[in-house]
C-alpha cells in the first residue's frame, strides 16, 4: 500500500515537473481565483427597476408590442430624454445627492466586504465614490422600446433596495428640474415680446392722453364732424338769406329797413362762415392739423394693440407647447428586494480565466515551439 502511494506521488511529481509551465501559467492562477472567489469575495445583491421618459404629447403612429401598450398609458417616449436621464444618474450629481442622502460610502464598507471588492476609502473623494459607484450600477436605455433598465448591487440586499429607490426619486427630481427649466426658456422669449407689446401700447395711449390735455379736446375727430356740419348749416342759412336780399332788392327800396337788415344778416353770416373755414385748416390748433395728429396716434395705438394681440397668442401657443413638451417618469417595473446573491459570477469567472489563461499558454507554446524549430 505505502508502495503504491509512493509510487503515485512521485508520478505526480513527475507530471508537475515535465509542465512546470503549464502549472504556473494555467493551473496555480486559476487556483488563486477559485480560491478567492470561492473563499474570499463576498456575495453581492442586485436590485432592479425598469422605467421610461415620455411626453405628454402623442404620436400619430404608435409602435406596436410593449411600446404601444405604453403610447396608451400616457404620451410618446422621448429617447433623447431617457439618455439624458440615463446620464444623470451615473453622473457625480447623482452619486454625490446618494451620498449626503443615504450614506453611500457606508453602505459599500460593511463588515461583510471583502477587501477586494469594497470601497477602501472611510472618506473618498467624489471622483473615488462616482468611479467606484459606477462598476456597481449599471443603467441601459432600450433604443427599441425607450425603457431604461437600472440595475444596482451591494453587500446586503436592503442596502441595494435603498440605494436604487433614492435613484429613482432623482430621477424624477432631475425630470420635473427639466420640465422647469424648459417651460421657462419656452416662454421666455414669449413674455419679452409681451411686456414690450404692453410697453409700446402705454407709450401710445400715454401720447394719446398728452395730446388731449395740450389741445383741450377729448376726441379731435368729433370735434372735426361737429364744426363741419356747423360750417355746412352756416353756408346754408348765408344761401338764404343771400337769396332773400336778392329778392328784396328787386322790389323794395335801397333805403328801406328791411333790405338793410336783411343786407347786414348776410353780412353777419358771411364773417362767420369765413370765421368758422378758417378754424377748420388755418392758423394756429386748425381742426384739420389736430385730426391728422390725433389719427396719427390713433393709428399706432391700433397697431400697438394687434402686436399685443400677436405677443398674446404666442404666448399661450408657446404655454401650451411646452407642457405638451413636459416629460414624466412611469414605471415599468418597481425596484425588488432581492433575496439571492447573484454577484460574483463565481463559476463563469473562474472557468473565464482558466480559458483565457490556457488560450494565452497555447500561444506562447506555439510561438517557443516555432522558435525551437526555426534554431534547429
Not at 34 to 55: C, G, K, N, P
Request: net charge positive; charged share 20%; with cysteine.
Amino acid at each position: 500500500m505505502n508502495n503504491a502511494s509512493s509510487t503515485d506521488r512521485a508520478g505526480l511529481i513527475g507530471w508537475l515537473r515535465a509542465h512546470r509551465n503549464w502549472c504556473l501559467i494555467v493551473l496555480l492562477p486559476t487556483v488563486l481565483i477559485a480560491a478567492y472567489y470561492y473563499l474570499i469575495a463576498a456575495d453581492q445583491y442586485e436590485s432592479e427597476a425598469h422605467f421610461v421618459v415620455r411626453t405628454s404629447d402623442t404620436q400619430p403612429a404608435a409602435p406596436t408590442g410593449l411600446g404601444q401598450a405604453l403610447t396608451l398609458v400616457g404620451g410618446a417616449s422621448s429617447e433623447r430624454d431617457a439618455l439624458v436621464v440615463a446620464d444623470y444618474l451615473k453622473s457625480h450629481d447623482a452619486v454625490s445627492a446618494l451620498q449626503s442622502q443615504i450614506g453611500l460610502s457606508q453602505r459599500y464598507r460593511r463588515p461583510e466586504a471583502d477587501i477586494v471588492s469594497r470601497l477602501w476609502f472611510a472618506n473618498p473623494t467624489p471622483e473615488q465614490l462616482q468611479k467606484y459607484f459606477s462598476s456597481k450600477a449599471d443603467v441601459d436605455v432600450s433604443t427599441d422600446t425607450g425603457i431604461t433598465t437600472l440595475k444596482v448591487r451591494s453587500f446586503r440586499p436592503e442596502d441595494s433596495y435603498q440605494i436604487i429607490r433614492e435613484l429613482l426619486k432623482l430621477g424624477e427630481n432631475r425630470v420635473n428640474t427639466l420640465n422647469h427649466r424648459n417651460y421657462a426658456n419656452a416662454v421666455a422669449m414669449s413674455q419679452q415680446r409681451v411686456q414690450e407689446a404692453e410697453a409700446s401700447l402705454a407709450q401710445v395711449q400715454g401720447r394719446i392722453t398728452q395730446f388731449r390735455s395740450d389741445e383741450r379736446d377729448f376726441n379731435p375727430q368729433v370735434t372735426g364732424t361737429s364744426r363741419t356740419t356747423m360750417v355746412s348749416d352756416l353756408q346754408g342759412q348765408l344761401a338764404i338769406a343771400r337769396a332773400q336780399e336778392s329778392a328784396m332788392a328787386a322790389v323794395l327800396a335801397p333805403t328801406s329797413p328791411q333790405l338793410t337788415a336783411t343786407r347786414q344778416r348776410v353780412a353777419a353770416l358771411s364773417r362767420q362762415v369765413a370765421a368758422e373755414t378758417a378754424k377748420l385748416s388755418q392758423g394756429p390748433g386748425n381742426v384739420a392739423t389736430g385730426m391728422g395728429a390725433y389719427e396719427g396716434i390713433k393709428m399706432r395705438q391700433e397697431m400697438a394693440g394687434k402686436q399685443l394681440d400677436v405677443a398674446y397668442s404666442a404666448l399661450q401657443h408657446a404655454q401650451d407647447d411646452a407642457r405638451r413638451q413636459q416629460l414624466f417618469v412611469v414605471p415599468v417595473v418597481d425596484p425588488n428586494m432581492p433575496v439571492r446573491a447573484l454577484y460574483p459570477q463565481r463559476t463563469k469567472i473562474v472557468v473565464t480565466a482558466f480559458l483565457a489563461l490556457l488560450l494565452i499558454y497555447g500561444i506562447g507554446w506555439l510561438i517557443a515551439a516555432g522558435v525551437r524549430e526555426h534554431a534547429a
